[in-house]
C-alpha cells in the first residue's frame, strides 16, 4: 500500500484491570495489538508509530522498531503526541486506528484507502454499517486521513475535546465549514468497530472471534460436530477433512494437515501435525507427529519431540525431547525422555528412561526393531543396538548389543509352605 502509514493508540478508555492497558488484554490467546498489528501486516503498512497511556514498557514488546510515543492526559485524541512523526509525513495518508480494534481487516482497510485516494477525500472514515452505526461509533471508528489535514487538525485542536472523544465531530466540522464532506466507507461487518470495557465486553469479543475463525476454518474443509469448548487461534492451520472435536484448544504457530482426528479434549500448541494422524485427549506442546500417528487418550507430547509416521502411542504416555522412529508402538504407563529411539520398537507397559541424576540429563538411544519389556527401566546415558530385547522388570545400567537379551532382575525363588507357617491367611 504505497503511501500509506499508521498511528495506533492504545484508546482513551481507562485501565481495566491488574494494571493491563487494553489493548494487552486477549482475545483468543492473542493481545488486542497483536491482532491490529496482523492486520497492518497483511495490509501492506510497516511504517507505523504507536500512542500509548500507561504500560509503555508491556506494550513495545509487540510495536517492534516502531516509534512509540506516551499520551499526555487532556491532551485531545492521542494522535496528537505523534507530532514529530508526522512532520516526516507530508504526502503520506495515515491510518489512525485503535489497538483494541480487534477485528481490523486488511481487505477493509484496503478498499478504504482505495476510495480515500481515488475519491481525494482528506478525511475517510471506516464504518461498520450505514448511518445509524457511523454516529454511535465516531469516537472509536478507525479512519484515513490525508498527512496535511491531520497537521492542519493539531495545529487548530478543539479545546473542548479534552479526551479526544470528539477528535472526528470536530474534523468533520473543519471540513464542513470548509464546504467540504467527510467520506464514508461502509465495510457491512458488524464487528469491525466492536470494542471492550470490561470483562463482559472482553467475552463478547471472544465469542465474535471465535464465530469468524470457525467459519473461515468451515471455509477452508474443516469439520466440526458441535463447538461445545473449542477454542481455535486464528494463526492455527488446519487443512481440509480435518475433523475437530469438543473441548479441544489450538494455539500459536500450529499446523494440522488434512483428514485428521484432533480430540475431544485436547490441547496443541506451536506444533505440527501429519495428515491422518489422531489425537485423542492429549497435550502437544511445540512439537511435531508426523503422518498416520495415533496417540492418546490421557497422553502429553512436551516441548522439542518427533513423533515419525505410523507411531501408536497409548494412554498415560509421557514424552519429553525426543525422537521417536517410525512405527514404534508405546502402548501405556510409559516415560521416553531425552532419548532418541529406532523405528518398529515394541516398548510394554510400564517401561521408564531414567534420564536425571539428580545434576543432568543424559540421552539413551534405541535402535531400530529393539523390544523392551514390561517395567523396563533405562538408566541413561544408555544405548540398546537393533533388535536388542529386555526382560519383563529390568534395569538396565549398561549398552545391549544387538540381538542380546538383557536380564537385569533378581533370580526368582519359591519357599515352600511360607504361608502355613507364617499363617499369612486362615487356613480351613
Known amino acids: ?19 493491563n492497558p487494553n489493548a494487552l488484554r486477549e482475545v483468543v490467546f492473542r493481545p488486542m495489538i497483536s491482532w491490529v498489528n496482523s492486520a497492518l501486516e497483511k495490509a501492506g503498512i510497516g511504517d507505523r508509530c504507536y500512542v500509548i497511556n500507561e504500560g509503555e514498557d508491556a506494550i513495545k514488546k509487540y510495536t517492534g522498531e516502531n516509534p512509540v510515543f506516551v499520551r499526555e492526559k487532556e491532551s485531545g485524541h492521542p494522535v496528537f503526541s505523534a507530532t514529530e512523526w508526522l512532520k516526516e509525513k507530508e504526502d ?16 477493509v482497510l484496503a478498499a478504504a484507502y482505495k476510495r ?12 461498520s454499517g450505514g448511518r445509524e452505526a457511523l454516529m454511535k461509533e465516531l469516537s472509536i471508528s478507525a479512519f484515513w486521513i490525508k ?39 461502509v465495510a457491512g461487518r458488524k464487528e469491525i468497530n466492536m ?12 465469542a465474535a472471534a471465535r464465530t469468524i475463525i470457525f467459519k473461515k476454518l468451515c471455509e477452508d474443509g474443516v469439520e466440526f460436530m458441535c463447538l461445545d469448548g473449542i477454542i481455535i487461534e486464528p494463526t492455527v492451520k488446519i487443512g481440509a477433512g480435518t475433523k475437530i472435536l469438543p473441548g479441544t484448544i489450538i494455539k500459536g504457530e500450529t499446523e494440522i494437515g488434512e483428514n485428521c482426528v484432533i480430540g475431544p479434549n485436547s490441547y496443541i500448541e506451536d506444533s505440527k501435525i501429519g495428515a491422518g494422524t489422531e489425537v485423542n485427549n492429549t497435550q502437544i506442546r511445540s512439537s511435531v507427529l508426523e503422518d498416520d500417528v495415533k496417540i492418546g487418550p490421557w497422553s502429553q507430547v512436551r516441548p522439542g519431540c518427533t513423533i515419525r509416521s505410523g507411531c501408536k502411542i497409548g494412554d498415560f504416555v509421557e514424552i519429553k525431547n525426543s525422537d521417536v522412529g517410525a512405527r514404534t508402538a508405546v502402548a501405556h504407563l510409559t516415560y521416553i525422555g531425552d532419548a532418541d529411539v529406532g523405528e518398529a520398537v515394541n516398548f510394554g507397559c510400564g517401561c521408564c528412561i531414567a534420564n536425571y541424576d539428580g545434576q543432568h540429563k543424559h540421552r539413551t538411544k534405541i535402535g531400530n526393531h529393539a ?38 532382575r533378581a533370580k526368582q525363588e519359591n519357599v515352600e ?9 486362615k487356613i480351613k
Open 1 to 19: 500500500m504505497q503511501n500509506a502509514a499508521a498511528i495506533v493508540y492504545t484508546g482513551c478508555t481507562e485501565i481495566m484491570q491488574n494494571n
Open 92 to 107: 503520506k495518508n495515515i491510518l489512525i486506528v485503535g489497538a483494541e480494534a480487534v477485528f481490523t481487516n486488511p481487505d
Open 116 to 127: 480515500h485516494v481515488e475519491q481525494n477525500e482528506k478525511l475517510t472514515i471506516i464504518a
Open 147 to 185: 498527512a496535511e489535514f491531520l497537521k492542519e487538525l493539531m495545529e487548530n485542536p478543539d479545546a473542548e475535546d479534552k479526551n479526544g472523544k470528539m477528535f472526528l465531530v470536530s474534523a468533520m466540522k473543519v471540513l464542513s465549514d470548509a464546504g467540504l464532506v467527510a467520506g464514508t466507507h
Open 195 to 206: 470494542r471492550a470495557e470490561d470483562a463482559a465486553g472482553i467475552l463478547n469479543l471472544n
Open 371 to 408: 523390544f523392551l519389556g514390561c517395567n523396563t527401566n533405562l538408566v541413561a546415558p544408555v544405548e540398546l543396538e537393533d533388535f536388542a530385547y529386555t526382560a519383563a522388570g529390568t534395569t538396565v545400567t549398561k549398552n545391549v548389543p544387538e540381538y542380546a537379551l538383557a536380564v537385569g
Open 417 to 425: 509352605g511360607w504361608v502355613k507357617k507364617h499363617d499369612a491367611i
